[in-house]
């Protein structure tokens, strides 16, 4: 790879002890500088990362039983590693790692899902959108390089889903949520993929195990995301989901989101 080239990706495992040999494979093919997982459902005592270590990569993660989880992969070891959303609420810090790989800030969440537009769970989905703002204005600025990755749980228009008119209200196609995460995109950044893909409808990162034949069928959502300060979007080259990597034995319900960047 380039020197000047720098390429990331975002992956919803869903257990990343099951998804192992998966990962593995998908870092050897694709050579990614970052690769930022969500939902790696396992303690940091049990973190698999002796695998990743002996493939040549460093590795940083938070994690907790069973749900939740996050981890960043690089090919050069990561540097200012911090973790949660220090602001003197609950710290999340299995939902936000953050740190620079090659001169470049990576933010990885896991977007809390809500559960249900009825709940207290969707009210912390809101919420945790508030924290997150004041946490990029804390800790960056718009007018410098950053790229934030990961599992949104937010899919922010209606090409981003199969069916926008039976899923509107959905608590990851709600009016709410798509305001909250729009003022987040406000406070300085783009959506990297739909630079690259404007208006291209059926692209989609997730797919429901339950829905049978979901991908042949075009019945997915686009939650997961790439987004870049404006300064950094600008030099992204490219952008896209590798919707082969969903259709291997045993797969997470998410598939591999990628961009590159001429830096």
């Known amino acids: ?15 990343i002890r099951v998804r192992m040999a998966q990962i593995l494979d998908w870092l050897e093919r694709e050579q990614p500088d970052a690769l930022c997982i969500q939902e790696t459902k396992v303690q940091d005592r049990d973190f698999p990362a002796a695998p990743l270590e002996e493939a040549g990569y ?7 039983k069973s749900y939740a989880g996050v981890a960043i992969i690089s090919r050069e070891a990561p540097e200012e590693v911090a973790y ?36 207290e769970h969707f009210q912390y989905k809101l919420r945790w959108f508030e924290r997150l703002c004041a946490f990029f204005e804390r800790h960056y600025d718009p007018r410098q390089p950053l790229v934030w990755v990961g599992d949104f749980n937010v899919a922010t228009e209606d090409i981003d889903v199969y069916d926008p008119v039976r899923l509107r209200g959905h ?22 993929f739909r630079r690259h893909h404007p208006g ?13 034949n979901a991908i042949a069928r075009g019945r997915g959502w686009r939650i997961d995301h790439i987004w870049a300060t404006a300064p950094l979007a600008a030099t992204s080259i490219a952008s896209w989901i590798d919707v082969e990597a969903r259709m291997v034995e045993r797969p997470s319900d ?9 830096i």
Request: glycine letters at 6%; hydrophobic letters at 40%; charged letters at 25%.
């Open 1 to 15: 790879m380039a020197e000047d080239m720098f390429k990331i990706a975002t992956y919803n495992a869903n257990s």
């Open 58 to 64: 460093h590795v940083i993660f938070r994690g907790q």
């Open 84 to 119: 949660g959303l220090d602001d003197g609420e609950e710290l999340d810090a299995a939902r936000l790692i953050r740190s620079v790989i090659r001169g470049v800030p990576v933010v990885n969440t896991y977007v809390p899902q809500g559960r249900d537009a009825e709940s």
């Open 171 to 192: 608590v990851d196609f709600h009016p709410e949520v798509q305001a909250a995460l729009e003022r987040v995109r406000q406070w300085g950044f783009v959506d990297v």
């Open 200 to 212: 291209a409808a059926g692209q989609y990162s997730y797919w429901d195990y339950r829905a049978r």
């Open 254 to 262: 998410h598939t591999f989101l990628v961009a590159e960047f001429q």
